[in-house]
């Protein structure tokens, strides 16, 4: 069994996506913002971001595969699940859980890219730098941090430890 050491409280994260949702809200009005959520890791993320989010925006999910039940990545990404909504001319904001190697938001730019969206931008609750192999651009990030594997609030390890309200690196 894994132990887990807290890293990210309730109140920190709760504090830091208001501030998110206000500059999203600022920077999106009157545009046609489409907040894409990466599944599965981002469904608690969108779902306290939206809510801070005051402009008018619709919601869609995509999902992509790229870890199996491990902490360290296979290299290939598989989309599993497209968008359903049409994204032409929409203004797309990707909102991921955490960029690791930054693989997953490499070919999620590439795949909006052809598109024709307005504009494509990221959200990432977590930048994790240590693993980086692609420079990948960040819009709007929560927390920088620099090592450790991190579950709770939408993140995983083996598909558990999701339902957690705090964020916690676990030792193995
Ligand atoms: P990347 O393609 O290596 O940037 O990995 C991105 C995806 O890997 C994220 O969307 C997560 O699903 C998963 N991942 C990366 N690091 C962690 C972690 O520390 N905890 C849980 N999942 C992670
Ligand atoms: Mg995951």
Redesign the pocket.
């Known amino acids: 069994m894994a132990t887990r050491k807290l890293v990210l409280s309730r109140e920190r994260i709760q504090s830091r996506v208001i501030e998110l949702g206000q500059r999203i809200t600022a920077d999106y009005s009157g545009k046609n913002l489409v907040m894409i959520g990466?599944l599965?890791?981002?469904f608690i993320f969108l779902a306290d971001l939206v809510r801070a989010v005051t402009t008018a925006h619709e919601i869609d999910f995509i999902k992509v595969a790229?870890?199996g039940d491990s902490?360290s990545?296979s290299g290939t990404?598989r989309l599993v699940k497209d968008v359903e909504i049409d994204v032409a001319g929409k203004d797309i904001l990707l909102v991921?859980?955490?960029?690791?190697?930054?693989?997953?938001?490499a070919w999620l730019a590439d795949n909006f890219a052809s598109k024709q969206a307005a504009s494509v931008r990221v959200c990432a609750l977590i930048d994790?730098r240590e693993?980086r192999e692609t420079e990948v651009g960040i819009d709007y990030t929560g927390f920088v941090l620099e090592q450790?594997?991190?579950?709770g609030y939408g993140?995983?390890?083996a598909q558990q430890y999701r339902h957690l309200p705090e964020i916690f690196t676990l030792i193995f």
Do not use: C, H, P
Not at 96 to 105: M, N, P, Q, Y
Not at 148 to 151: C, P, R, S, T
């Open positions: 990466v599965n890791g981002a790229s870890y902490a990545s990404i991921e859980d955490i960029v690791d190697s930054g693989r997953t938001l994790k693993r450790g594997f991190l579950v993140l995983d390890y």
